[in-house]
């Protein structure tokens, strides 16, 4: 738990975690549910290109796996930077990734917001308020959640270095004005009028129990 350099326009202490792959560090989660919408905000300690990875933001589940990964990942696309996997019952062969690709773009080691959004076919992949998708492999599929955790792919790997807070989830899909809202400019704000069906503040209001951090 670390003092933030991330400016909140709500009247919350500005506290983030801060994961250390070398560590390793990571979070779990009990929630179920389909993933509408997930927004968070994180900052990784280095550079991300095409080149550099993968690190796992989120997990979503163990069987039939599923994540929201950074960086290079999957030989079934080329220079990802962010990919949505979704490995569905049917096997490999009916994988279903959304991706935003780009040889050239980095994401740089400051603060970003990142939401993914169901349209209904796809996740749409928005970073700092822009819809960056523009590649899927298969038949990208709604994601059930069975095995939230925060940081790292189930099974420990993959493990994201840098800083997180403000995570949400939606089961069902935002608006891009709402997802515009949200990002607001590059301040974090209240999310209370978006009605969430989680809200982890990560960092704000977490404590130490004498073995974990507890997120309320």
Same mark, same amino acid.
């Given at each position: 738990?670390?003092?933030?350099?991330?400016? !909140?326009?709500?009247?919350?202490?500005? !506290?983030?975690?801060?994961?250390?792959?070398?560590?390793?560090?990571?979070?779990?989660?009990?929630?179920?549910?389909?993933i509408g919408a997930l927004s968070l905000?994180?900052?990784?300690?280095?550079?991300?290109?095409?080149?550099?990875?993968?690190?796992? #933001?989120?997990?979503? @589940?163990?069987?039939?796996?599923?994540?929201?990964?950074?960086?290079?990942?999957?030989?079934? #696309?080329?220079?990802?930077?962010?990919?949505?996997?979704?490995?569905? &019952? &049917?096997?490999?062969?009916? $994988?279903?990734?959304?991706?935003?690709? /780009?040889?050239? $773009?980095?994401? /740089?080691?400051?603060? +970003? +917001?990142?939401?993914?959004?169901?349209?209904?076919?796809?996740?749409?992949?928005?970073?700092?308020?822009?819809?960056?998708?523009?590649?899927?492999?298969?038949?990208?599929?709604?994601?059930?959640?069975? =095995?939230?955790?925060?940081?790292? =792919?189930?099974?420990?790997?993959?493990? !994201?270095d840098g800083h997180m807070t403000e995570?949400?989830?939606?089961?069902?899909?935002?608006?891009?004005?709402?997802?515009?809202?949200?990002?607001?400019?590059?301040?974090?704000?209240?999310?209370?009028?978006?009605?969430?069906?989680?809200?982890? @503040?990560?960092?704000? $209001? =977490?404590?130490?129990?004498?073995?974990? !951090?507890?997120?309320?």
């Open positions: 738990l670390v003092p933030s350099d991330l400016q !909140f326009e709500s009247p919350y202490s500005n !506290f983030s975690l801060d994961f250390d792959s070398g560590g390793p560090d990571y979070l779990t989660g009990s929630t179920t549910g389909n905000w994180f900052k990784p300690s280095s550079v991300i290109d095409a080149t550099t990875g993968p690190f796992c #933001l989120v997990n979503f @589940r163990n069987a039939n796996w599923g994540a929201l990964i950074l960086g290079s990942f999957t030989g079934t #696309l080329t220079d990802e930077i962010i990919s949505v996997n979704y490995l569905n &019952a &049917a096997g490999a062969s009916a $994988d279903g990734r959304s991706a935003y690709t /780009s040889a050239s $773009d980095t994401i /740089s080691a400051e603060w +970003h +917001h990142l939401c993914i959004n169901w349209s209904g076919s796809l996740y749409e992949i928005w970073l700092d308020g822009v819809n960056k998708q523009n590649d899927i492999v298969g038949t990208p599929e709604i994601i059930p959640i069975n =095995a939230l955790e925060i940081a790292r =792919a189930n099974g420990g790997y993959y493990y !994201f995570m949400s989830i939606w089961t069902s899909a935002l608006t891009s004005s709402q997802i515009t809202s949200i990002y607001n400019n590059g301040y974090p704000r209240d999310l209370k009028g978006f009605s969430p069906d989680q809200w982890w @503040r990560i960092g704000n $209001d =977490a404590w130490w129990d004498g073995s974990n !951090f507890v997120l309320p």
